[in-house]
């Protein structure tokens, strides 16, 4: 079956340490994102790719990073410089400009 | 102001019942709209995409008015399973010239029995 998978479905993570959150897809969609939410409120971009090796930062970009080398992978490191981290953190992917498909997210506690 | 802005429910209606939600964007070039629909603590899926003409799906109906930058979603003898928050999605040109999807911050659904 087709989709988005993130690893893991629950983080702990203690302050000051870097994590690294894993999103796979096997859609063979050309662009990602990483979005974040809190409690009440919408998504916000963190950051996007469109494709290999090339990605963007959206809004809310500072305190993560991502890298793109392969396709089907976009794994996003939560470092110690972001300082509210704790959120549910979501991985989605897309063929174009309309629907993008989500992964099942991964949330995130700090400790 | 916010890019997305959405009813701040929560809305809690009986069975049957009829319930529309309304959102407004900004942009004045946003070129496509949508609709999506989060179960708690579950990730958005994709509802219905909204036209310019209108357009139904079953019990639900999606109405965009470009001119005063409004765009509805009206939901028809509501079942318990609608309940859901529903998020209102943008489609806007970045400035990295690359288009991205602007999400409301949604609004919450109770179908009670």
């Known amino acids: 079956d087709g989709g988005i998978t993130q690893s893991p479905k629950y983080l702990f993570r203690k302050e000051g340490q870097n994590v690294t959150l894993s999103c796979e897809q096997n859609?063979?969609?050309?662009?990602m994102y990483w979005y974040r939410q809190d409690p009440g409120q919408g998504l916000r971009l963190i950051y996007y790719s469109q494709i290999v090796n090339d990605f963007q930062k959206g809004d809310i970009a500072e305190g993560y990073s991502v890298s793109r080398e392969k396709k089907e992978s976009f794994p996003l490191t939560v470092t110690s410089a972001q300082k509210n981290p704790t959120a549910f953190y979501l991985c989605?992917?897309?063929?174009?400009?309309?629907?993008?498909?989500f992964g099942p997210g991964t949330r995130l506690t700090v400790l | 102001r916010k890019e997305v802005e959405q009813d701040p429910g929560p809305f809690n209606v009986p069975e049957g019942a009829t319930v529309a939600f309304n959102c407004t964007y900004s942009?004045?070039?946003?070129?496509?709209f949508f609709w999506y629909r989060q179960d708690c603590r579950k990730e958005p899926k994709l509802l219905m995409s909204?036209?310019?003409s209108g357009n139904e799906d079953g019990r639900f109906t999606a109405q965009l008015n470009r001119a005063s930058q409004y765009i509805s979603l009206l939901i028809r003898d509501s079942k318990l399973s609608d309940s859901a928050t529903y998020l209102c999605?943008?489609?806007?040109?970045?400035?990295?010239?690359?288009?991205?999807?602007?999400f409301g911050s949604g609004t919450q659904l109770t179908v009670l029995p």
């Open positions: 989605a992917s897309t063929t174009g400009v309309n629907e993008q498909f």
């Open positions: 909204v036209y310019s």
């Open positions: 942009n004045s070039a946003s070129q496509s």
């Open positions: 859609l063979n969609h050309d662009a």
């Open positions: 999605v943008v489609n806007t040109l970045s400035s990295g010239s690359a288009r991205q999807l602007t």
